[in-house]
């Protein structure tokens, strides 16, 4: 038995060494920067430099506020948009379903900038489809870059867009999981439609609910392609800048690698916090 240990252990050595050096490592290290002034030649240990900083910081604040404010908004709307596309795709009435699981999910498959150009174009002030569609009804163009609130829908917008029917694939596998009998004998005892959903599909459904609501809180709180690609590097004036964005500035651009390490730990902290809050609160009572 221990001979058999060993031989596996030496199989997976290779992969061992290289998640230690590209992964395990790089964590660390960045940890440890993280209480470095990077700013000056040489780099010298300064605990409280970059994280005191980061607590006086205008712009880390407002990347957390927007940050936030896409958590609190996007994501609700974006998984209860996932559900009712999910419902639609369970139906037994939808034909050519394997074609619409498959439109639904291609979101995920195109190329970041070539999406992001394409939301350019769609939402552009002067020739946009968007804004010709509104002026047709009688409403006024919208200038999406050139104002914080439109221009932070536009995000909104294109991260539901995106993984809405991501999510949907994934709470579909969870329906047709769910056995047909439990669905059965509540037909047999006269309980509608509506009351199957809310009383056996949610409650069963609950925990793909509570993994799909982990992966975008996740992915919100490193959200970075959609405000650097559509709105300019967090247009207008920052208000569409989140932490991610914040973190890419100070690191790439600034080559503060310091500030930008407690600017990722804080992300990640947050992101574990927010995470956990939300798992005691979806917990099954006992």
Do not use: H
């Not at 230690?20 to 700013?39: E, K, L």
């Not at 506020?65 to 037994?92: C, D, F, G």
């Amino acid at each position: 038995m221990r001979y058999q240990n060993a031989t596996a252990y030496r199989f997976l050595a290779p992969y061992l060494l290289i998640f230690a050096i590209f992964w395990v490592w790089p964590i660390i290290d960045s940890f440890m920067i993280s209480f470095q002034a990077t700013r000056t030649v040489p780099w010298r240990f300064a605990p409280t430099f970059n994280w005191g900083r980061l607590i006086g910081d205008p712009a880390f604040f407002n990347a957390l506020k927007n940050t936030l404010l896409i958590l609190v908004i996007q994501v609700p709307v974006m998984i209860t948009l996932a559900l009712v596309m999910a419902v639609l795709l369970n139906s037994p009435l939808l034909k050519a379903r394997g074609l619409y699981r498959f439109a639904f999910f291609a979101p995920v498959v195109v190329g970041e900038v070539a999406y992001s150009a394409v939301f350019r174009l769609m939402f552009n002030l002067n020739f946009g489809i968007i804004n010709k569609l509104l002026n047709s009804v009688g409403l006024p163009s919208v200038d999406w870059f050139s104002n914080v609130t439109p221009a932070m829908a536009l995000i909104m917008i294109a991260v539901t867009w995106r993984w809405a029917g991501y999510n949907a694939i994934i709470l579909l596998a969870g329906m047709q999981s769910i056995p047909e009998d439990v669905y059965e004998a509540a037909t047999l005892d006269r309980v509608s439609k509506l009351k199957q959903f809310f009383f056996i599909t949610l409650p069963l459904l609950k925990p793909v609910i509570v993994f799909c609501l982990v992966l975008s809180i996740i992915g919100t709180m490193q959200l970075f392609t959609e405000p650097f690609l559509i709105t300019e590097r967090g247009g207008p004036g920052g208000g569409t800048e989140t932490l991610g964005l914040l973190l890419y500035r100070q690191g790439f651009r600034s080559l503060n690698f310091g500030y930008a390490s407690a600017v990722a730990y804080t992300m990640a902290g947050l992101a574990i916090a927010i995470t956990l809050v939300q798992l005691w609160l979806t917990r099954e009572p006992k």
